[in-house]
């Protein structure tokens, strides 16, 4: 597969450098919508235009909808008045939404302005809600049962209504004024005695509320292992489903947040290689300087222990050592613990069983390598210089694996992002507090 | 809906405390599977065997399928023979194929041995495959349909045959041979004119190999928006579909090891709360140990220049300073590159391409970072020392970006895991060369 992939962008790029564009539209001919979105997604944003323009409209549309949200905006920007108000008519009301978002404030409105009223219509419920809340991703276009229908009357209008709808995998029955009575399946409707009712064969379904947070919404649906979940409002009245492709487009947003964070950056939201390189220096900078800011905390401690050092030069030897492994082992406590949190595994309130489990992991972890150091310190530098460096290890790992433990439970009770707190702060602050229990430890245990 | 989680894990608690069976049962009536579930991840063995054999029969095998597969395996251990052999006999087979795995060999055949010869003609196929690939994925109960079926034909084919189908929503269209021709969803065979031929609407499908990667595979469908994807043999002949729900655990499980290595553990395949002590150890004490003795380098780059540090003390404080940047800088690029790898955004060839994007943001970087560190460095401790901050700050971020995000790369071309080479072997290797770069700088500037 991938091979054939390579293939197509030496041709691509070949076709690009020729400046030709039958070379270009062969080589889009028979290729496959989802390998035109990889290749479109390489490019930078003049070739992209160019290429997409040479698509056929059907297939561009196909495409069109596999971009990224923040590769959609771009392309759009790019893109000739006609052809950017029939993309725009065209895509989902729930991607429609999302472009919005991304798009200066003057192009969206002109765009609403331009659309027809039915689209208009299905578009406009969405932009009441939170960039954040699941109301925003949302699909407006559906079909909606009675619960007195048959299942083959049901089927019957899932056949007149189907045709827009974004899902008909799973099917909401509700009450004349809208409120949710259960949710019925496709396959149901087709499986089951024609002359049954409806209400006999709907199961209580899983919903969420307009105003809930989007990757809390998004979990209760994949967890529940459904094609797609009802939407309500504040009285518990339908507005709308929210599909599981959305919902793992949500779940996979946050976590490459989540990754990035705990790498210390910031998410770029697009693909790298067309990612602008002011782009990736500004996802990096602000982390960077704000971690080199803390760190002048270290250069602090060591100047208050300056005269210990000065005293035994050896014990600058082992700084990067110490910093090192109570950084790693604060990273890992505060990995795992961002990763339950997000899987609700765990919740803030049980901070204290967690933080019982890392204490007691942390000193199995100290207690394993302070020994080992304490070996080989001792072994060269004498026995009191490796008491210092395995009693410093034991403190240090059961300090690091405790805070590291807490830290995320702690930001998320106050409504911060746990991964913010994660790793590279915490290994930060793990860097300090283990200077300062070093040099307390080698003032006391050599006597300085 | 968190608060009545939370009262139903009190009320379980409470159950548990009085071991009142009854209690235990009421508590569980009206319960959601997905949140006995959850209830059940964060108890221990024993607790966990005594709620799941209170629940109804048909709630149990729902709650069982919503379990992670170690939680699977743990609990079947604690059942009695005959629940164990109804559970596997009842489970969907790729599930089964799973819990095989997981297993120890002994318990695995008497269960497969146990087994109806209907379903385990339906498990067999999968055992053949590797543990990593797709195939063992795969749902071996599906519909085919054959492409001169009318559309209506092929609905009445589907009442009669996909009742134990783990999916009727994508369906293969194959040859007498089992040669796949194309793919139709339960959509349009229900929206499309009962007398069209299947032929005239079925799509080319996207379909993947028994022994392709397991992650790449579910990228693939994933990647084109697909509820299920064909699975094929080496000959093209259809074996099995691959759900999206299967293919997201799989891809959900792999980003759950790249998290958990970036972060320096190993991923712990089960929930936190449930993970007993020795296995949290586990997970993280070979990569403390390994990064700790790669740390031993930097103990020895530092003794090598110990008659430095034994002239200029003040060097010492700027140690944890300069190795926590180069690791953060480091760090930042595998962390963005080891994500656009797994992505498909990035190829191994793409090496020089990502080495060129790195050199210039790591010197932009480096060329702001540094200037901030002359300017504060050289007013606390002169001109000078000023000197030897900024000027190794910038070769330090150069060096850590490039090296940071060439390392996934080149651990993908030898077909190693990129996030092993990240982060943390990084952050060593930068901790490093950041000082010897920093010690060869004071040598020369200040006229050592």
Redo the contacts between chains.
């Keep these: 597969?991938?091979e054939e992939f390579?293939e197509l962008i030496e041709r691509m790029n070949e076709a690009l450098r020729e400046r030709s564009l039958t070379a270009i539209q062969a080589t889009l001919t028979e290729q496959?919508p989802?390998d035109i979105a990889?290749l479109l997604?390489?490019e930078d944003t003049d070739d992209r235009a160019i290429i997409y323009r040479l698509l056929p409209r059907t297939r561009a549309l196909e495409v069109f909808e596999?971009l990224e949200p923040e590769m959609r905006s771009e392309l759009i920007l790019g893109l000739q008045d006609e052809d950017v108000a029939r993309v725009f008519e065209e895509i989902d009301p729930d991607d429609r939404a999302q472009l919005l978002d991304e798009l200066p404030a003057g192009v969206a409105a002109s765009l609403m302005k331009g659309l027809s009223p039915t689209e208009r219509a299905l578009t406009a419920p969405m932009l009441g809600f939170d960039a954040d809340s699941i109301g925003r991703y949302m699909s407006t276009e559906y079909v909606r049962l009675n619960d007195e229908m048959t299942l083959g009357d049901a089927?019957t209008h899932?056949?007149h209504r189907?045709?827009g709808a974004e899902t008909?995998?799973q099917l909401p029955v509700t009450s004349p004024h809208r409120r949710l009575l259960g949710v019925i399946s496709?396959?149901r409707l087709?499986?089951g005695d024609p002359s049954a009712l409806v209400k006999d064969h709907m199961r209580d379904p899983?919903f969420v509320h307009a105003t809930d947070d989007a990757e809390y919404a998004a979990r209760?649906l994949?967890?529940?292992?459904l094609?797609a979940a009802p939407v309500l409002d504040s009285e518990d009245r339908l507005l709308g489903l929210l599909t599981?492709?959305d919902a793992?487009a949500i779940v996979e947003r946050s976590?490459?947040r989540?990754?990035?964070r705990?790498?210390?950056?910031e998410p770029?939201r697009r693909?790298?290689?067309t990612a602008p390189?002011w782009g990736?220096?500004r996802?990096?900078?602000v982390?960077?300087?704000v971690?080199?800011v803390s760190?002048?905390l270290?250069?602090q401690v060591?100047?208050v222990f300056?005269h210990t050092?000065?005293q035994v030069?050896?014990l600058?030897?082992?700084?990067?050592?110490l910093?090192?492994?109570a950084g790693?082992?604060g990273?890992?406590a505060?990995?795992?613990?961002t990763?339950?949190l997000a899987?609700?595994?765990?919740?803030p309130?049980?901070i204290l069983?967690?933080m019982w489990?890392e204490v007691?992991?942390g000193l199995?972890?100290g207690a394993?390598?302070g020994s080992?150091?304490f070996g080989?310190a001792s072994l060269v530098f004498g026995l009191e210089f490796g008491e210092v460096i395995g009693i410093t290890l034991l403190c240090v790992c059961t300090l690091a694996a405790t805070v590291g433990g807490a830290m995320p439970l702690i930001a998320r009770a106050v409504r911060a992002d746990p991964a913010v707190f994660s790793?590279?702060f915490i290994?930060?602050f793990c860097?300090a507090t283990s200077?300062v229990i070093y040099f307390l430890m080698a003032t006391w245990l050599l006597g300085l």
Excluded: C, K
Aim: aromatic share 4%; net charge negative.
């Design positions: 597969m991938d390579d496959d989802h990889r997604e390489r596999l089927l899932v056949r189907g045709l008909i995998y496709l396959r087709v499986m899983v209760e994949i967890d529940a292992q094609l599981s492709d793992h976590e490459d989540r990754a990035a705990q790498g210390g950056a770029l693909p790298y290689l390189m990736l220096v996802s990096r900078v982390w960077l300087l971690l080199a760190a002048v270290t250069v060591l100047n300056q050092l000065d030069v050896t600058a030897l082992f700084v990067p050592l910093t090192g492994t790693n082992t990273s890992q505060a990995v795992t613990v990763r339950a899987l609700g595994e765990v919740r309130r049980d069983l967690v489990r007691r992991v199995m972890l394993l390598l080992l150091g080989l790793t590279p290994a930060t860097d200077l």
